[in-house]
């Protein structure tokens, strides 16, 4: 089926640093990507879609210049945490629309844990 | 505001007791319903979804919900827990908004099955 795969599963880094995530769909073109964050023992929240070929979209309160979105192919969508901070450390999950053949499913990455010391 | 909203946080159960977990939402118009499943130290996996048709809906591993659209919930059953259901479970509403479909997730309830 339909894999997600992201990168690192997990990344320490020192605050003031920049730190990437990569999302990648393996065996699907994805117009369209999602990046949420998932606080300890709460729900995912939404940070930004993600549209290949165009400035990602945020939601409120997320800070587009902290938080960089890039989705250069149909295969790929980075987050960059840039001058992350402890309070940046969380769960970071990406997730994929497969559109072909009139689909439309979502799957969801692995993942990622950033601690920020 | 609007919002997905689930009942309960913590559910504990004997293995064999029935589940239902409540789930509604605040969107109106047409929206796609869904619950998925978050095992320990695993990704987030589709249990079932709902777009149109029938609104009993049924998933894998057992699981069904039922879409009451007067009642704007989507709640999730299974008859008969098992221990290896023990994960957390999120509802969650696309809802087409500022020119994308967006996945919005409740809060999750976290289900403990004990043997």
């Known amino acids: 089926g339909a894999v997600v795969s992201q990168h690192p599963s997990r990344v320490i880094c020192k605050s003031g640093t920049s730190v990437k995530i990569e999302c990648r769909s393996l065996?699907?073109?994805?117009?369209?990507m999602f990046w949420y964050r998932q606080f300890p023992k709460k729900s995912l929240m939404l940070m930004a879609t993600?549209?290949?070929?165009?400035?990602?979209?945020?939601e409120q309160g997320v800070e587009k210049d902290k938080f960089l979105i890039n989705h250069a192919s149909l295969t790929l969508s980075t987050l960059t945490v840039t001058s992350a901070h402890p309070e940046d450390s969380s769960f970071y999950i990406c997730?994929?629309?497969?559109?072909?053949?009139?689909?439309?499913?979502?799957?969801f990455g692995e993942g990622s844990w950033l601690t920020v010391v | 505001a609007q919002s997905v909203s689930q009942h309960n946080h913590h559910v504990i159960l004997s293995e064999a007791a029935s589940l239902e977990l409540g789930c509604n939402y605040s969107?109106?118009?047409?929206?796609?319903l869904f619950w998925y499943v978050q095992y320990p130290g695993q990704h987030l996996q589709l249990l079932l979804k709902?777009?149109?048709?029938?609104?009993l809906v049924k998933g894998i591993k057992g699981f069904e919900a039922e879409f009451i659209k007067s009642k704007f919930s989507f709640n999730l059953r299974k008859p008969s827990v098992q221990w290896s259901d023990t994960a957390e479970y999120f509802c969650?509403?696309?809802?087409?908004?500022?020119?994308?479909?967006?996945?919005?997730f409740g809060a999750g309830t976290r289900l403990a099955v004990h043997p």
């Open positions: 997730s994929a629309r497969d559109g072909q053949g009139g689909g439309n499913t979502i799957y």
């Open positions: 065996d699907f073109q994805a117009t369209t």
């Open positions: 993600s549209n290949e070929g165009s400035k990602a979209t945020y």
């Open positions: 969107y109106g118009g047409t929206v796609n």
């Open positions: 709902y777009f149109s048709g029938d609104p």
């Open positions: 969650a509403v696309k809802k087409f908004s500022g020119g994308y479909n967006k996945l919005i």
